[in-house]
């Protein structure tokens, strides 16, 4: 029987709540209360567009009160957990915003997860639910659903998108949720009645996750409602505007920064794409007329190529570009602008919390070279010595923070907490930053074991778990390894047992036997004697990085690459 969901909550300080609603940043409500004021303002308005199917704001909630209906005849009730890995869809946004009626807590798995990361989710969680795609590509989502059903007993109800397509048994179709009920009306009203109130959960994103896999982040009505609302007014959001999902809609930047939410507070248009490749993209941007969209680095390095190599695609009406996720370089910077004719946002964020981002005026110098300051005149940063003491402005050091949107603890993690956050409520973000005068931050590297590939959060020690379990392995280091496109890709430095000899297939075989996401899998190898070791002799993983930076330049690294 799955524990109540305020079991293993972390909450802010009643004091500091107290601040936060006083100053406006926390109203009290729902974020289904907010969306649905802003469907009486625009009823007509065209809120979502997947493909062929354009959603007005009232066709988008009366689809979403529906599924809140299903939900509960399912046996789904207020505080339940549900682990959503659908796609960037209508039934997305509709499901999402079904969960934010009910009370029902979305986990916001991601597309890549897999067997390893889903029943992992979906235990912590003490998940009585799942929503999964049928299938994207060679996987098949639904019968891995199957398998974590049959292996978790809590785990009563299977969604699955299936457009169309047949169902396992056991299983109920997503799109039944949707089918509109006899009195729309009746529904809403019995909806409205039943808001979760501000301080209930709304979701749960998950962490990059540095001690294995990923812990889960608790975001309440409030403080995500505030974080959407605020980012909205940093990107310049209006009715007008038309927001271009491109990367995975459960990440946070492009579900909350302010992504799905901020666009639909405001009553914009948000217009669904199944993958960021500039083909899709720009011509999504000439048919919707999109001004603002979100993507990584990575994704703007290929946009910029194509469009260099393309200059007659019509981009007249994008507006600002937001990339973040990862380390955005300079030079990439400064092209965006001339390039794409669009103005550059920064954004440097966390699932656990505070945005910064550069601002649509700053001058170049700050949009180029800075990663920005937080969106809330309540956020708090400290930059810090390895005492926690502040260090001058222009020296590098530990980033720590805490306000409104940044919750105070893991759920159910309190060894993690005890590292991640102080005593009194900073949280330690791992990242090594300076910051300029104006309070701009220079994002400028990890002091957490983690490897952050296109976006996507690796931890290096789960890797190395799964190294152990490689045969004719010794020892095992999981470092970054630079990338000039995706910012980092994952290294492994191996020991292997006398005679052992040790490939990149040797991982990849015991990683997919695990069923572990793909994104995860190392792409280079170095087989060494021994590992460099500190002064209290743990493994030297800054000179390992140095080792793997050297190698790089003098190429001897490339023939143990993955092609």
Known sequence: MPRPITDGLVPWPAEVAARYRAAGHWLGRSLGDLLWEQVDRTPDAVAVVDGPVRLTYRELAQRADAAADRLTTLGLTHGDRVVVQLGNTWQFVAFYLACLRTGVAPVMAL???????????????????????????????????????????????????????????????????????????????????????????????????????????????????????QCAVMAGLDAGSVYLVALPAGHNFPLACPGILGTLLVGGTVVLLPSPSPVRAFAAVREHGVTHTAVVPAVAGRWLDHHTANPSDDLRTLRVVQVGGSRLPDELAARITPVLGATLQQVFGMAEGLINVTRLDDPDAIVHHTQGRPVSPDDEVMVVDEADNPVPVGVSGALLTRGPYTPRGYYRAAEQNAKAFTADGWYRSGDICSMDAAGNLVVEGRDKDMINRGGEKISAEEIENFGYQVAGVAQVAAVAMPDPLLGERLCVYVVPRDGAQVTLDDFTAVMDAAGVARFKLPEALVVVDRLPVTKVGKIDKKTIRADVLARLTDGRLAERMRR
């Open 111 to 229: 597309p890549a997860h897999r067997h390893h990361e889903m029943s992992y989710l979906a235990a912590h969680a003490e998940a009585v639910a799942l929503a999964v795609p049928g299938g994207t590509g060679d996987f098949d989502h639904a019968e891995m659903a199957e398998r974590i059903a049959a292996e978790q007993p809590d785990l009563r109800l299977v969604l699955v998108q299936t457009d169309g397509g047949p169902l396992r048994t056991g299983q109920q179709a997503i799109d039944d949720l949707f089918v509109p009920v006899v009195d729309p009306d009746a529904t809403r009203r019995r909806w409205n009645a039943a808001s979760p109130a501000g301080d209930d959960v709304a979701c749960f994103l998950l962490s990059g996750g540095t001690t294995g896999l990923p812990k889960l982040i608790t975001r309440t009505h409030d403080d995500y409602a505030y974080n959407a609302r």
